[in-house]
Antibody, heavy 116, light 108 residues
Framework: QVHLVQSGAEVKRPGSSVKVSCKAS????????ISWVRQAPGQGLEWMGG????????NYTENFQGRLTITADDTTNTAFMELKNLRSDDTATYFC?????????WGQGTQVTVSS | SYELTQPPSVSVSPGQTARITCSGD??????SYWYQQRPGQAPVLVIY???ERPSEIPERFSGSSSGTTVILTITGVQAEDEADYHC???????????FGGGTKLTVL
C-alpha cells in the first residue's frame, strides 16, 4: 500500500508562486506516474497535469501551460508541483496522486489560499 | 467543462440501489475509476480499472461498463454512503486524466 504525504497549507499573494511536495512511502515501485489534481471551493476535481518519471515526460492541461511545473525526485520518492503567477481563482485544495499498475493512491491534499 | 458526463444528483432511500452513470467517448479505450468524497475530505477510491474494488471498500459498491458509459452501483445504500461521487478515466500509462463533474448522492 502506497502512502502519500503532502506539504502543509500555504497562503500566497497574487503574482507569487507556490511549490507543493508529495512524498511517497510503502510499496513504491519503479514504474509509476504522478498526477496533480485541484479542487476549488464547491467545485469538482480538475486534473492539472502529470509526469512519467521513468521517461521524464510531463503532460499539462492547456489551462496551466506556462504556469505549471511538475517534477519528481526518484531518490527521495518525492514529487513537486509548482504553480507560478498565482491568481485569486487558484485558491483551491491541491491533491497529488501516484499511479502504480493502474491503481491510484492519493495524498491528503494541500490547501492553497491566494489573497492580497 | 468536463470530458465525462455525470448526473448532478441522485437520490435513493436507505436499502435501495443507487446507480450513477458516467459517459464519455474515451471510456471504451481507457480504464475508469470512481471516487467517493465527503465534505472537507480527500477523494477515496471505491472502484478502479472499471470493475475492481479495493479490499477496504464494502462489497455493496460495484462498477460496470458498456460502451461509452460506466456505472457505479451501490446495492443496499446506507446513510453513510451520502457523498459526492466522481468518475475519472486514464489510459494505462496513468496520464492524462479526465474527470466527470461529480454526482451528489443523497440518501433520503
Amino acid at each position: 500500500q502506497v502512502h502519500l504525504v503532502q506539504s502543509g497549507a500555504e497562503v500566497k499573494r497574487p503574482g507569487s508562486s507556490v511549490k507543493v511536495s508529495c512524498k511517497a512511502s510503502g510499496g513504491t515501485s519503479y514504474t509509476y506516474s504522478i498526477s496533480w489534481v485541484r479542487q476549488a471551493p464547491g467545485q469538482g476535481l480538475e486534473w492539472m497535469g502529470g509526469i512519467l518519471p521513468l521517461f521524464r515526460i510531463t503532460n499539462y492541461t492547456e489551462n496551466f501551460q506556462g504556469r505549471l511545473t511538475i517534477t519528481a525526485d526518484d531518490t527521495t520518492n518525492t514529487a513537486f508541483m509548482e504553480l507560478k503567477n498565482l491568481r485569486s481563482d487558484d485558491t483551491a485544495t491541491y491533491f497529488c496522486a501516484r499511479v502504480q499498475m493502474a491503481i491510484p493512491f492519493w495524498g491528503q491534499g494541500t490547501q492553497v489560499t491566494v489573497s492580497s | 467543462s468536463y470530458e465525462l458526463t455525470q448526473p448532478p444528483s441522485v437520490s435513493v432511500s436507505p436499502g435501495q440501489t443507487a446507480r450513477i452513470t458516467c459517459s464519455g467517448d474515451v471510456l471504451p479505450d481507457h480504464y475508469s475509476y470512481w471516487y467517493q468524497q465527503r465534505p472537507g475530505q480527500a477523494p477515496v477510491l471505491v472502484i478502479y480499472k472499471d470493475t475492481e474494488r479495493p479490499s477496504e471498500i464494502p462489497e455493496r459498491f460495484s462498477g460496470s461498463s458498456s460502451g461509452t458509459t460506466v456505472i457505479l452501483t451501490i446495492t443496499g445504500v446506507q446513510a453513510e454512503d451520502e457523498a459526492d461521487y466522481h468518475c475519472q478515466s486514464a489510459d494505462s500509462s496513468g496520464v492524462p486524466w479526465v474527470f466527470g463533474g461529480g454526482t451528489k448522492l443523497t440518501v433520503l
